[in-house]
């Protein structure tokens, strides 16, 4: 039987139509700090209301079997009970991929978000529609849903994510009416407005093209050749600094460092001095503000 790797590369590359079938294997908790018992307990009613919301729906055409699922997770930490049924707080949003032939998972997105503004009544049932914005909570978390997707699909071929990044977009033109915070080009560098327009502005397609390559053609590679996976990987590096030299300090190119930079010391940790030198270099001047660890990668020879 076709590995989860190749099976979800196909699928992907040819866009076949399917049955519907769920994508997602995402664990959701939510941390309530300084609540009383009855609301830490309606909370939990909220989080096993959230993970049938994520996990039973149904958010493309393709048919995942079990083990094919996503595997992502949610964590939510409400800061402050604002209303009667308002809350804010944070919500920090992680997915990962399996490595072809190896039980590794090489994380995909980590990314918190800090504008989370949301009404919750308990067993009130969760609205969301596609085509009109219903709810912040659960428009919120479907964007997240969404933005997950186009992530793992960009990673099996080259801006096979683009189906889920429009209809994250989508959502964001739904929202722009909305009270809460997030969903505006104004209100913030770091939202969701501008993260999604920074993965579909055509000017930063590089750093979407090199998660193809760091994946599909780096990582997964690595068990029959891990020095031409490690070059591929490299290479991949020296497409996000030509993106970053075009326009540095985008959310986009630090959401990637954010989720990527304790796999690169790991990975080139075990590099030729020439590969560490050169990874260290393009790292230090991407990601200035984690240089210190990117110099670790020297430390291991």
Known sequence: M???????????????????????????????P??????????????????????????????????????????ITIEERTGGDEYRGTI???????????????????????????????????????????SNLTSVIAYYVYIILGFDFDTFAPMAGNPYFEQAQRIVNQAQNASERGWKSFESQRNRYWLIENIRNNRYRQIREAMYRYHRQGFDTMTDNIDLGRSQVLESLEMLQRAHRERPGILLMQIVMTTKSDELVNLFSGAPAMEQNK??????????SNSAKYRRIADAN
């Not at 190749?6 to 939510?30: D, P, R, T």
């Not at 992680?94 to 590794?104: D, E, G, K, V």
């Not at 978000?113 to 914005?133: G, M, S």
């Not at 990874?279 to 200035?288: K, M, V």
Request: charged share 25%.
């Open 2 to 32: 076709i590995g989860k790797i190749f099976s979800l590369f196909l699928l992907k590359l040819a866009c076949i139509s399917l049955s519907v079938g769920q994508e997602l294997n995402c664990q959701v908790s939510i941390s309530t």
């Open 34 to 75: 300084g609540m009383s018992e009855t609301e830490r307990q309606m909370m939990q009613t909220l989080r096993s209301e959230l993970r049938e919301f994520i996990n039973q729906t149904n958010w493309t055409p393709f048919q995942f079997e079990t083990r094919e699922r996503i595997e992502a997770s949610i964590q």
């Open 92 to 134: 920090q949003v992680q997915s990962r991929r399996p490595i072809y032939n190896t039980a590794y998972n090489s994380p995909v997105f980590n990314h918190r978000d800090r504008d989370f503004e949301f009404r919750y009544r308990e067993h009130e049932p969760l609205e969301y529609a596609d085509n009109a914005f219903m």
């Open 279 to 288: 990874a260290i270099d393009i790292l230090s001047e991407i990601d200035p």
